[in-house]
């Protein structure tokens, strides 16, 4: 098969896999090699892949994303995780559910919690209980 | 979430509807992060701040000094061209700002891209959104986007004709892909109509989609205008 067509076969197999909401696959017996080749495929390398003309927004920025822009750069800068970690793995290596689903800066908090407790410099408990402190003291503001 | 605000929201004529507004899981998993990691001392509050300070320092005016020095000063251009990061220092941009190394996700190597008349370059960051920071300041939200990232690459003079800049067929297009370990920006041609303007006149006319690549700078266009997703509750500017 031509090199092009190829291609374009994965491109429409990837793209099919993107609606993301998943039904129960419970006997998944045998998978094509081009649909494995598709499901290897990491979901953030999307170059070339279809889509339709959109509209080209500004945003304008969250105070908590300017936050969590500078929580995950200092992190980085006191050696807690170093880039390669912090960008493919934890930002971008999340699946097309969140990947596709969780807005930009969302992806990049999620990462920064889900690697202090990874990384043990929290527990998973402490961390729940953090989450339920800070929204108990803006409850009662 | 991005879209429980339309564009009319807050204005008009009704007074703000009293309202209790509920702090959003990202605000508080943001705020749970930070203060965990300043309680088990993996960075202070004072290192906060510091790299809060830089990050509202930075943005696309410097990109525009540049761009108008490297118009009206050859040699200057030339060095650009070289050596972009060192470049950068005459005009007050140092990228090893603010922790001495640079930051750590802006690699500390910039190339400058010189457009001709022949060839027009555009870039994006296909795997994520790598942009050149400390040079244009944050990346806007549509270069962050799948679509532009998805598109850009395959067709190209389609993506930009939507940003209403529409090129001869005669003008190659070069699609440049960012990455983690070097960033680009483009150096638009000089527009005609500009003879005997200041620098500061020029930077003025170099907006931040000029030197991405998706508009050309030119006398009277003097912002990149874009519908704008307000924020429920923006960056409060010191």
């Not at chain 1, 003309?53 to 304008?60: L, T, W």
């Not at chain 2, 540049?66 to 990228?95: N, S």
């Not at chain 2, 090129?167 to 190659?172: N, T």
């Amino acid at each position: 098969m031509a090199v092009r067509d190829e291609l374009r076969q994965q491109l429409e197999l990837i793209g099919a896999i993107q609606p993301a909401l998943h039904l129960p696959q419970n006997w998944n017996y045998e998978v094509d090699s081009a649909l494995f080749k598709a499901y290897l495929h990491p979901p953030h390398d999307v170059g070339g892949q279809f889509d339709a003309p959109g509209v080209y927004e500004e945003k304008e920025e969250e105070q908590w994303e300017l936050n969590t822009y500078v929580t995950c750069e200092v992190l980085g800068w006191r050696g807690i995780w170093n880039s390669e970690e912090r960008r493919r793995r934890a930002d971008n290596d999340l699946g097309y559910t969140l990947y596709l689903g969780i807005p930009y800066y969302g992806r990049w908090i999620l990462a920064a919690a889900r690697m202090l407790v990874d990384k043990n410099h929290v527990s998973l408990t402490e961390l729940i209980e953090k989450i339920a402190e800070v929204k108990a003291r803006y409850a009662k503001q | 979430m991005s879209h429980t605000h339309s564009p009319g929201d807050g204005g008009g004529d009704h007074p703000a509807a009293p309202m209790v507004e509920e702090i959003t899981d990202f605000e508080v998993l943001e705020i749970a992060v930070r203060e965990l990691a300043i309680e088990h001392g993996l960075f202070t509050a004072e290192d906060h701040r510091r790299f809060t300070e830089w990050a509202e320092s930075i943005g696309p005016a410097a990109g525009s000094r540049l761009v108008a020095k490297a118009w009206t000063d050859p040699a200057f251009k030339k060095r650009l061209l070289e050596d972009a990061v060192k470049a950068c220092k005459e005009i007050g941009i140092d990228w090893a700002e603010p922790t001495g190394f640079g930051t750590p996700s802006d690699y500390m190597n910039l190339r400058v891209l010189e457009d001709t008349p022949t060839l027009h370059h555009v870039i994006v960051c296909t795997l994520c959104s790598c942009y050149p920071r400390p040079l244009l300041g944050m990346s806007p939200e549509w270069y962050r986007t799948t679509n532009y990232r998805r598109r850009l690459v395959r067709w190209p003079r389609q993506v930009l004709a939507e940003f209403g800049l529409i090129l001869p067929p005669e003008v190659e297009i070069r699609v440049e892909d960012s990455n983690q370990k070097c960033r680009f920006m483009v150096l638009p041609m000089r527009p005609e109509g500009t003879e005997n303007w200041t620098e500061e006149q020029l930077a003025a006319i170099v907006t931040r989609d000029c030197m991405i690549g998706v508009a050309l700078p030119r006398p009277g266009r003097t912002a990149d205008v874009h519908p704008v997703q307000k924020a429920r509750r923006p960056v409060q500017r010191s």
